[in-house]
């Protein structure tokens, strides 16, 4: 069952790995090796997590790429369940 209003991915990064040891943006984009609009994207949101991400964010944060892209996946259903009823299939 997915789960009800299912956070964005990128809040989780902001709020659980940058902010509580202050990490800025440009910081931990030098860190993660992507560019620091790449991050900025993600983390307010704009963006979702891709597979390369993922591993990216597993090494320097820990839990896995599956974890991660579990969120992704989470969000994504979450989101898509808003329109379901206009999603045509025959």
Known sequence: MPMQNSPHPG?????????????TVTRAAEGLGVTRQALSDLVNEKAGISVEMAIRLSRA??????TWLGLQLAYDLWKAQDRAETIKVE
């Open 11 to 23: 809040g989780i990064v902001r709020r659980q790995c940058l902010e509580p040891i202050g990490l």
């Open 61 to 66: 944060f820990g839990s896995t790429p599956e």
